[in-house]
């Protein structure tokens, strides 16, 4: 039994080296020579075009103008117009409430009776301050004669013609003339302080009727544009109190959005800036006469409202630090035929297209093409080049190249794996 391994050995150690000569002396495999073969890709030749940037987004709609009619007066309701209720449409200028005047209807007759009153008062002062000036006018010839008659009776009387007596007599009556004389002219310096008393007052009851008269124009509402009412606070046989919010509603005009666009998106839209263009300048003119901006639906794509861009609000968004852009629709309402097409309402939630400024002689590839910053172009002898470009923005598919291509480079647009610079490649043109 331990005889038979043994037995096996020589066979064994034999083939093996039987083996080890014939690869020891067999000849090394034939060299081939011969360049690898080309791989085909498809290119896209690079042609200067005219883009024009394209940017989409979505936003709320919401009344460009909205009426808060708030109660300036207090008093109960006592008319309501029959159209005052929430989704109606009201005309400009129509009355649509009414308070009870009554209060200050009378207020507006007790200050034009206090005026009234005012005014012949002002009548009395006149005519006694021309009675008085008529009297003073008297008393002063009075007081010359007087004087005059002193005079003599003084000379007569230090003559010794007429007694002493009849001077004492004649001096009282020249101290009473001056006295009359003093205090007539004492009443007419007084009349000017009277008659500023007077018109002061009066001046205070005109305010009085002019308030009175404002009140009694805001007793009664009326529209100030065309509206939709969306929230009545007021009925009939109810006191309102000055301060409080009766009637809501929007402005049927005109609609606005406010879209949020990122900054890099916006700055496509405005295009290049002039050179020696101020800031002044820029914010004079505006977005609006470089941007072109399409307003649909979002339940229904296929109605196509044409908008404007009307202002920048003056901050980024807080959050997304985007670019809010005022749009605004005229006529929401216009050719309106629910359901088939609804009216822009507020709180409808709307896309919109923005088309900036034309751009001419720039290049575009597809986003596939771009790698990381680079892009494969096909080089001199169809080899492959790995370039460096400078990108300004992606819009449908493609990017916008701005260094790095010329017209007439062959960019790759297939996935190469593994792209290395220098291999052949077999470049086909895809059909149009």
Same mark, same amino acid.
């Given at each position: 039994?331990?005889?038979?391994?043994?037995?096996?050995?020589?066979?064994?150690?034999?083939?093996?080296?039987?083996?080890?000569?014939?690869?020891?002396?067999?000849?090394?495999?034939?060299?081939?020579?011969?360049?690898? $073969?080309?791989?085909?890709?498809?290119?896209?030749?690079?042609?200067?075009?005219?883009?024009?940037?394209?940017?989409?987004?979505?936003?709320?709609?919401?009344?460009?103008?909205?009426?808060?009619?708030?109660?300036?007066?207090?008093?109960?309701?006592?008319?309501?117009?029959?159209?005052?209720?929430?989704?109606?449409?009201?005309?400009?200028?129509?009355?649509?409430?009414?308070?009870?005047?009554?209060?200050?209807?009378?207020?507006?007759?007790?200050?034009?009776?206090?005026?009234?009153?005012?005014?012949?008062?002002?009548?009395?002062?006149? =005519?006694?301050?021309?009675? &008085?000036?008529?009297?003073?006018?008297?008393?002063?010839?009075?007081?010359?004669?007087?004087?005059?008659?002193?005079?003599?009776?003084?000379?007569?009387?230090?003559?010794?013609?007429? #007694?002493?007596?009849?001077?004492?007599?004649?001096?009282? =009556?020249?101290?009473?003339?001056?006295?009359?004389?003093?205090?007539?002219?004492?009443?007419?310096?007084?009349?000017?302080?009277?008659?500023?008393?007077?018109?002061?007052?009066?001046?205070?009851?005109?305010?009085?009727?002019?308030?009175?008269?404002?009140?009694?124009?805001?007793? =009664?509402?009326?529209?100030?544009?065309?509206?939709?009412?969306?929230?009545?606070?007021?009925?009939?046989?109810?006191?309102?109190?000055?301060?409080?919010?009766?009637?809501?509603?929007?402005?049927?005009?005109?609609?606005?959005?406010?879209?949020?666009?990122?900054?890099?998106?916006?700055?496509?839209?405005?295009?290049?800036? $002039?050179?020696?263009?101020?800031?002044?300048?820029?914010?004079?003119?505006?977005?609006?006469?470089?941007?072109?901006?399409?307003?649909?639906?979002?339940?229904? %794509?296929?109605?196509?409202? #044409?908008?404007?861009?009307?202002?920048?609000?003056?901050?980024?968004?807080?959050?997304?630090?985007?670019?809010?852009?005022?749009?605004?629709?005229?006529?929401?309402?216009?050719?309106?035929?629910?359901?088939?097409?609804?009216?822009?309402? %507020?709180?409808?939630?709307?896309?919109?297209?923005?088309?900036?400024?034309?751009?001419?002689?720039?290049?575009?590839? #597809?986003?596939?093409?771009?790698?990381?910053?680079?892009?494969?172009?096909?080089?001199?002898?169809?080899?492959?080049?790995?370039?460096?470009? &400078?990108?300004?923005?992606?819009?449908?598919?493609?990017?916008?190249?701005?260094?790095?291509?010329?017209?007439?480079?062959?960019?790759?647009?297939?996935?190469?794996?593994?792209?290395?610079?220098?291999?052949?490649?077999?470049?086909?043109?895809?059909?149009?």
């Amino acid at each position: 039994m331990r005889l038979a391994p043994l037995l096996a050995l020589p066979p064994i150690a034999l083939g093996i080296a039987a083996a080890v000569w014939m690869i020891s002396s067999a000849p090394g495999p034939a060299r081939v020579e011969g360049a690898a $073969p080309a791989l085909p890709v498809r290119v896209l030749t690079i042609t200067a075009e005219e883009i024009r940037p394209t940017v989409t987004a979505w936003g709320n709609l919401h009344a460009a103008e909205t009426w808060v009619a708030v109660a300036e007066v207090q008093g109960e309701v006592i008319w309501r117009h029959p159209d005052l209720e929430p989704g109606r449409l009201i005309p400009e200028g129509t009355e649509v409430l009414r308070i009870d005047p009554a209060d200050y209807e009378l207020a507006l007759a007790q200050s034009q009776a206090d005026l009234a009153a005012l005014e012949a008062e002002r009548a009395q002062l006149d =005519a006694e301050a021309e009675n &008085t000036a008529r009297i003073l006018a008297l008393e002063q010839d009075r007081l010359r004669l007087a004087e005059a008659d002193l005079e003599r009776t003084r000379r007569l009387a230090e003559q010794g013609t007429v #007694p002493q007596a009849r001077a004492d007599e004649a001096e009282r =009556a020249t101290l009473l003339a001056r006295r009359t004389v003093a205090e007539l002219e004492n009443s007419l310096a007084l009349n000017p302080s009277r008659a500023a008393r007077i018109t002061a007052q009066i001046a205070r009851s005109e305010a009085a009727i002019a308030r009175a008269r404002r009140s009694l124009e805001r007793t =009664a509402l009326t529209t100030p544009f065309d509206l939709r009412v969306t929230e009545v606070n007021a009925e009939r046989f109810q006191t309102v109190a000055p301060g409080q919010v009766v009637i809501r509603a929007d402005g049927i005009a005109a609609a606005e959005v406010v879209a949020h666009l990122a900054i890099d998106s916006f700055r496509s839209l405005l295009g290049d800036t $002039p050179v020696g263009t101020t800031l002044a300048e820029m914010m004079r003119e505006g977005p609006a006469a470089r941007i072109d901006v399409t307003l649909s639906p979002l339940s229904d %794509p296929a109605q196509i409202w #044409p908008a404007r861009v009307v202002r920048i609000e003056g901050a980024l968004d807080a959050r997304a630090r985007t670019v809010p852009v005022v749009v605004t629709v005229d006529d929401p309402y216009e050719g309106a035929d629910p359901p088939r097409r609804l009216p822009l309402v %507020p709180n409808m939630q709307v896309g919109l297209t923005f088309q900036g400024t034309p751009l001419t002689g720039v290049m575009a590839i #597809p986003e596939a093409a771009l790698h990381a910053g680079m892009v494969r172009v096909v080089g001199p002898d169809d080899l492959l080049e790995l370039r460096q470009v &400078t990108t300004a923005f992606a819009q449908d598919g493609r990017v916008i190249i701005t260094e790095g291509l010329s017209p007439g480079d062959r960019v790759v647009i297939d996935d190469i794996v593994p792209a290395i610079p220098g291999m052949a490649l077999t470049p086909v043109e895809p059909p149009e």
